[in-house]
């Protein structure tokens, strides 16, 4: 069988051909992937402020009765003792005024000198602070601010900017690489956390011979000892274990790169599979003739599929030895380019494995041998009396079972658009996206009998308006839709996914201002423009003249729950976005469409709910509810107002006066002001602006508070979006190559009637374009089942965003591609297609 198959494979070169482009194209893709996913696997974040501490009890945020933990650990006998770990954010600013941020999207911490042994942090220069004006630097920080020791430097706290003498320069044996470190005194470390409980860690420091396992259950039991069923509010962790909990809140380079390669592999796999699948079989319908004749010599259904199996082996055999190190060459460029775009630091390393090459091979595999199978399996059954016909033209029928399917996931992806529509399942966090590929599915299996009607539908109609070229064409099209199909299904693909991609962010972005717009009664809006705004901004604000409220936007983490609901009641809880602030202000900065109480009730043990968390709760005004906060703590509330407009807003609006002790973090999201009746806003706007002056990262609005998103993740979809449309351009001209070629017969027949050879090409220019405009209207139908009920969902508009350009420029060069590609094949056929009988026999052997 291996050798039948080679022989075949040896005279039929040319029909594979397109079928070893696909896979390499498909190896390439996939193995970069899975390159860069295994980097991300084998990357390690080493911890960096506790690198010297043998084991760490992290908070999340924060570690409650940190004082009575820390006399606990240190009676342990093998602890030498536990040092308290204050860390809060800090802003540095450079001599021209700009911030100073952190690499890698990493944090810029103040801390406690005391903590500096947990590096070690050792001085390089200088000495340790000795007034709350001194501080400490790491080097890294101090050369991007170009201090030296005796020197002044400029950093935010609560009340804005303020002057601190640079005392020492300090490093750990390992310098910092994803943070910058300061070091206040421990008075000075304590003001500046602004919390009730501003320790976020203990690390605990071992005795001399000290068993490290032991040391770790000796914490742990004290841990449960002291917090007991609260003991999950705190992790203890060692070795690898510490990084996580010193960047517990900040995500990895490895997590950012797994994140992003996760969703680009799996849709490079999507299409991947649907582009071998299609070339493959047109490459076996391809050759029924051939398979009759074998049939009528004696040749078996098994026989035959295993012939073809084994082909396509050795094809995707071939195909690995271009497509592996194609992967991995682009795996290098692609780290390249995340290293020059600020998402990967240059330090993180690329891990070239045997597992990522040889998975991806085997992935390619399967997918090849599924979709031969699929397409031996009713080449197989052709009788040879058939092989003729079959051969002139294909079967259009489908089996039931794929009609079922399909019919079956057409409708599950309608249903789930329809109750996004209705608002009963979010649009966001990837659905929009996921519901593209489902739809694909749905089309990709019932794509021969789509394009008959879609033929019928949208051909039919037009031919009296060609020229006899084009009517031609469209009776080809009609009769020949399997082929139709082919063609279709990739550049459907590529349009609706790029179009999705593309247009969901606008759709979403469309209704978060437009939620905004109705929310906000405020006259500016101070966005962050960094990790967030100090707490002063807000109180100096609301004291300016011409200033009739402002409040700080303060995100708090923690769990909602009914307050009379059992320990055990999970359905009762709900891990909703709670917002906290100054709760006299609230009615004048926000009009959250209150239909049950009042906002004016709102304070020091009242809160406000959005609809959905008052619904999941079961609660509404004059009801008490709990917020189990992240930090440890617990608090009631009696519930004061329930409002309709909490969409991209908060599910509780918390009093700043009882919440803020519990919040990660104590810089605001953003600030709100409201000018006073009669007051000139433009000054007001000036006075403002002056003011952020003191608050590096506050930048001053009208009311839009929208953020732009990474540049790292814009990039990545950038650079994902050109690949898939490069790998589907390639496979549509594969596709139409093969098709072309495999007409020879086709066309000589014609040229027998009398076409003369200009005539043929223009056929065969006007298929390509009502190809291209019958996948052009299924991909805006596809698009559009996806955008139109998204934005009626966020904006009440069934007219979405639309991301006009690239769109338009997707649209014109499909044509371009596809007339190009059917002329030179059409020219290349037309040359062994001579009208006479011995062309013609040529042809059709």
Known sequence: MIRLAWRTLSGRRASWAASFVALVLALVMTTACAVLLESSTRADSPAERYAAADVVVGGQPFVPRAEELRTTLDRLPSVERAVPEL??????????????????????????????????????????????????????????????????????????????????????????????????????????????QPVRALGVLAKGGADPLALRRQVETAVDGLYGDDSGTVVVASGAGRADAEFWDVPSPASVLSSLVGTFGALSLFVAGFVVSGTLTLAVAGRLTEIGLLRAVAATKGQIRRMIAVEILLVTAAAALLGVPGGVGVAALLHRVLVNGEVLPPSFPLSVGPLAPWATVVLASVVAQLAAFAAARRASRVRPVEVLRESAAPAPRLGWRRVLLGVCVLAGAGGCLGAVAAGRLDGGGGTAESMVLVLMVGVALLAPLICRVAGAVLLIPVRPLLPRDGALAVRNLLRQHVRLAATVTPLVLSVSLTGTLLCVPLVTSQGAQQAEHERLVADHVVSAAGPGIAPGFAERAARLPGVAAASGQLSVGGELS?????????????????????????????????????????????????????????????????????????????VAAVYARDRGFA?????????????????????????????????????????????????????????????GANLFVLLLLIMINLFTAVSVVNTLSMATAGRRREFALLRLAGAQSAQVLRMLAWEAVLTCAVALLLAALVCGSVLVPLSIALTGSAVPALAGGPLTALAAGAPVITVATVTLAGLLALRSSAATPGGLARAVS
């Not at 804005?160 to 005194?185: E, M, N």
């Open 562 to 638: 009914r307050a009379d609901a059992g320990g055990g009641d999970a359905a009762s809880v709900i891990g909703g976005s709670l917002v906290a602030m100054r709760e006299e202000a609230v009615p004048r900065l926000l009009d959250l469409g209150v239909h049950d109480g009042s906002l004016d009730r709102l304070g020091g043990t009242s809160v406000a709910l959005g609809d959905s968390a008052a619904a999941s709760l079961g609660v509404t005004v004059g009801d008490r509810v709990r917020v189990d906060w992240d930090d440890g703590g617990r608090d009631t509330y009696r």
């Open 651 to 711: 599910d509780a609006l918390l009093p700043r006066s009882s919440a803020a002790r519990h919040a990660a973090s104590p810089l605001d999201d953003t600030v709100l002001v409201r000018t006073a009746p009669g007051a000139d806003r433009s000054a007001v706007e000036r006075e403002l602006q002056a003011l952020a002056a003191d608050f590096p990262g506050a930048r001053v609005g009208d009311g839009d508070t929208g953020s732009a998103s990474g540049s």
């Open 87 to 196: 860390s809060f954010p800090t802003t540095a600013v450079d001599a021209s005024g700009r911030t100073v941020e952190a690499p890698w999207d990493g944090p810029s911490l103040g801390h406690s000198w005391e903590s500096a042994v947990l590096g070690p942090f050792a001085l390089r220069a200088g000495r340790a602070p000795g007034g709350d004006r001194e501080v400490v630097l790491d080097s890294a920080l101090a050369g991007r601010l170009g201090a030296r020791v005796g020197g002044t430097v400029r950093l935010t706290g609560p009340d804005g900017l303020r002057p601190y003498q640079v005392s020492g320069i300090a490093d750990p044996p390992r310098k910092p690489a994803r943070q910058y470190a300061v070091f206040h005194t421990p008075r000075e470390a304590e003001r500046l956390a602004a919390s009730a």
